[in-house]
């Protein structure tokens, strides 16, 4: 199974703050990977596919980058409803793995 | 509009049987892989199983914890996703969504999910 490593676990940043999050799987997958935003009791929402595409409707101050084993997802200034867990997906391989999710908290 | 509907969970004991439903509709179902994932309270995010579209045979893929316990299938002429859970156990517990792979990229589209309790 490829492992999927997300850091940090959790984090604090303040609105404005410039947020990275990296996600690195155990081996190449191209660029079989997705970000996913989750908000308490909510359902997933998909920000990001192929790495770097963005989510039709997702504000453009996300995005996301890497290939093969490394992997980030950037929140240029983040904004008060972006405080939420934040989850990469690689499906370039059976099973499909979810990194351990990523919770930015308020500072 | 597309969506996804779960429904079918609820409480039910160590090694006992239930069966979700995921109800489609706004899109051509048959078209599409779709999948199941589940949440355990406070956890994260966990694959479960895939069915492919008719053009792949309606073949499955499985997580190695559930499978030979659940199955999951289709019915495209009701556009409806199927999770048939056997000899379920405490560690099952969780909630339960269908969602839809979308032109080959995972999950453009979730539904609201179904909470599924294992417990004597």
């Known amino acids: 199974d490829i492992q999927m490593t997300q850091s940090p676990s959790a984090m604090s940043a303040s609105v404005g703050d410039r947020v990275t999050i990296t996600c690195r799987a155990s081996q190449g997958i191209r660029n079989d990977l997705g970000w996913y935003q989750q908000k308490p009791g909510k359902v997933p929402k998909r920000l990001i596919y192929?790495?770097?595409s963005l989510q039709s409707g997702v504000p453009s101050r996300f995005s996301g980058s890497g290939s093969g084993t490394e992997f980030t997802l950037t929140i240029s200034s983040l904004q008060p409803e972006d405080f939420a867990t934040y989850y990469c997906l690689q499906h370039n391989s059976y099973p499909l793995t979810f990194g351990q999710g990523t919770k930015v908290e308020i500072k | 509009e597309v969506q996804l509907v779960e429904s079918g969970g609820g409480l039910v004991q160590p090694g006992g049987s239930l069966r979700l439903s995921c109800a489609a509709s706004g899109f051509t179902f048959s078209d599409h892989y779709m999948d199941w994932v589940r949440q355990a309270p406070g956890k994260g995010l966990e694959w479960v199983g895939r069915?492919?579209?008719?053009?792949?045979?309606?073949?499955?893929e499985y997580t190695a914890s559930v499978k030979g316990r659940f199955t999951v299938s289709r019915d495209d002429s009701k556009s409806s996703l199927y999770l048939q859970m056997n000899n379920l156990k405490t560690e099952d517990t969780a909630v339960y969504y269908c969602?839809?792979?979308?032109?080959?990229?995972?999950?453009?589209?979730w539904g609201q999910g179904t909470l599924v309790t294992v417990s004597s």
């Open positions: 969602a839809r792979v979308g032109s080959g990229w995972p999950y453009d589209y």
């Open positions: 069915s492919r579209n008719k053009a792949n045979s309606y073949t499955t």
């Open positions: 192929a790495a770097s």
